[in-house]
Every structure is written in structure tokens, then in C-alpha cells.
């Protein structure tokens, strides 16, 4: 967690115009009281840093006084521009959620534009959505708290579980993702389980980790026709939303050389605020597998948070 200053709040009555400081903001479900941005969607309230503002200085050769570029909450403490959607913001009960970094550019509307030839809220500036009302003013401090990515890993193997030999597909779908979460700078907490080919005890887990609210589930083993193999029967019950088409393209994808890609039963769905993921059990699948979840992950994720972000 980490402290960020307000140094000004500011508010307008009409788009696309810069906006004056105010003692204080108001901030209901529905946006800041009195702001010509407030309403029923994701970008509620608006932050800009003196990090970036300050840059801009240089290039405008002036100073730059808190509202000009339409910020609602002028900040200092950190470059917000680094944040993440979902990332929040809290304050006694106010908690507003980061949505989007940046946005498009009004141009010639824009009055800093139409002075500078440029302008650093498209660039660097974010936007929240309100998850609890409450008030902010100048000089108070915010609280950063990003967004913790939760994952389970779950192996299904008689032998693996009983030690006749080692899991290697589990270890292996955690250090990709380990290194993916890493180069994408996201927090995140992995734990494995493994366990034998029992439905019962997978049934447990997932119902665990529904619970738990896991952004992350993915499964090895039990994807084929072997009698033992049962993982999409106990999985599909559970979704309520299947996504064919990721499981349906990487068949296809592998299954043009080597036939038995094709056998494969995987599934991808969504199970509650989980997504989920179930991969064959050898070690040369899963590393198919994730490069291909891995193209869609992130927008997955945006998505299934209500973000619609391309």
C-alpha cells in the first residue's frame, strides 16, 4: 500500500473545458457532484500527477496550474501513468477503481492543444470508476492499493500425487505465468495443489476458488478419454459462461500435426469472477496451451471486470 497526496480537486459544468479547484469533491455511485463527467460509466473521475504535469511545464514553457488539462483530482506521490486497470484508490469509504490509463485525444477542442500542440492527460492521464462514495479534498492522502492477481494451479495425477513420479506440468504453468505477470509489472499470488484423478476433491478446490473470488484457475490433466479422465465433466457444471473458442482454435493450431492434439477435451469458461482454464497433463501442452491463453488473457480479464479496453 502507498500514500498519494491530493494536492487540488477540481470540477467544470461542461465538457472539454479546463476545470476549477474546489475546497472539496463529492463522489457518489454516479460521479462527482457537480462535474460535467459524471454518469453511468467507467471514466466517473479523472487523476493527473505532478509527475507528469511538471514534465509538461517544460515543454508549454509555463506553469501549469491543477484543472487545466480536466483532471477531477490533481495528485502527487507516485506516476500514475504506471497503474493498472483495477488498481484502486481508497480514502475512509470512498474506493474508486482505475479503469483506463490515457484516453483519446480532443485535439484542436482541447484548450492546452491548441496553446502547446500537445497535451499529457491522453498520454498519462487515469480514470476511475466509483466502487463507495465519499468525499476527498486538497492535502488529503489517498491510498494505493494495487491489484493482486490471485491464481490456482491445480494438477490432476494419480502417480504424481502419490510420488511414483514428479509433477512437472503444474511447476511449469506457474513459472509462465510467473514470468508473463512479471513483464506485464501485474502483483500476483500462485499457489499449487495437486492431487489424484478424484472429481470429488477437484469439485472441493473449485468451489474454493470461487469462493476465494481467484481472478486465475487453470487445471493440467483430465482432458482426455481414458477412463480416469473426467476434468470437463466436473468443470463444465460449474461455468457460467463457456469460451469455445480459445480451446477450439489451439485443437486446430496443434492438431494439424500431431493428431492427438485433437483428442484433447479442454475447456475455458468463466465461474464466477474466475477464469478458467483446463490443460492437458504433459508438460509439451501446456507450454502450446499458454502461449495461445496468453494472447487473450489480459483482455479476458478487462472484460470480464465490465472494462471494455482494446
Known amino acids: 500500500m502507498q500514500e498519494i497526496q491530493v494536492i487540488s480537486v477540481n470540477i467544470s459544468e461542461k465538457k472539454r473545458t479546463a476545470k476549477r479547484p474546489v ?38 514553457g509555463r506553469r501549469i496550474q491543477p484543472g487545466e488539462f480536466a483532471e477531477n483530482i490533481t495528485t502527487n506521490g507516485v506516476e500514475l501513468w504506471k497503474l493498472h486497470p483495477l488498481d484502486r ?38 480514470f476511475c470508476r466509483v466502487l463507495s462514495p465519499g468525499t476527498v479534498k486538497s492535502g488529503m492522502n489517498l491510498e494505493l492499493h494495487p491489484k493482486i492477481y490471485r491464481v490456482m494451479i491445480i494438477t490432476l495425477s494419480d502417480r504424481a500425487s502419490s510420488g511414483e513420479y514428479e509433477d512437472k506440468s503444474g511447476p511449469r504453468i506457474k513459472e509462465l505465468l510467473e514470468t508473463q505477470l512479471t513483464i506485464e509489472n501485474c502483483q500476483f499470488s500462485i ?27 487453470i487445471t493440467t490433466g483430465g482432458t482426455g478419454i481414458g477412463p480416469r479422465d473426467f476434468t470437463p465433466e466436473v468443470v463444465k457444471p460449474l461455468l457460467d459462461k463457456e469460451i469455445p473458442g480459445i480451446m477450439e482454435a489451439i485443437r486446430m493450431k496443434y492438431g494439424q500435426e500431431k493428431t492427438a492434439a485433437l483428442v484433447s477435451r479442454s475447456v475455458a469458461g468463466i465461474m464466477g469472477k474466475s477464469l ?23 483482455h479476458l480479464t478487462y472484460m470480464l471486470h465490465g472494462l471494455d479496453i482494446h
Not at 34 to 59: C, T, Y
Not at 191 to 217: C, F
Not at 277 to 289: K, M, Q, R
Open 89 to 126: 484508490f481508497t480514502a475512509g469509504d470512498l474506493e474508486l477503481e482505475v479503469t483506463q490509463i490515457g484516453k483519446e485525444c480532443h485535439g484542436a477542442s482541447c484548450a492546452i492543444f491548441k496553446e502547446v500542440g500537445n497535451c499529457v492527460m491522453p498520454k498519462e492521464g487515469i
Open 276 to 298: 478458467l482454464f483446463t490443460l492437458p497433463g504433459s508438460v509439451n501442452a501446456v507450454n502450446e496451451y499458454m502461449v495461445e491463453i496468453f494472447r487473450s488473457l489480459k
Open 23 to 60: 475546497n472539496q469533491i463529492e463522489i457518489t455511485h454516479n460521479g462527482i457532484l457537480g462535474d460535467a463527467h459524471a454518469g453511468p460509466w467507467n471514466r466517473q473521475v479523472s487523476l493527473l500527477g505532478m509527475e507528469s504535469i511538471r514534465k509538461f511545464e517544460k515543454e508549454a
Open 191 to 217: 499457489v499449487n495443489s495437486l492431487i489424484p484423478d478424484d472429481p470429488h476433491k477437484l469439485g472441493d478446490l473449485l468451489h474454493k476458488a470461487k469462493e476465494e473470488l481467484t481472478d486465475i484457475v
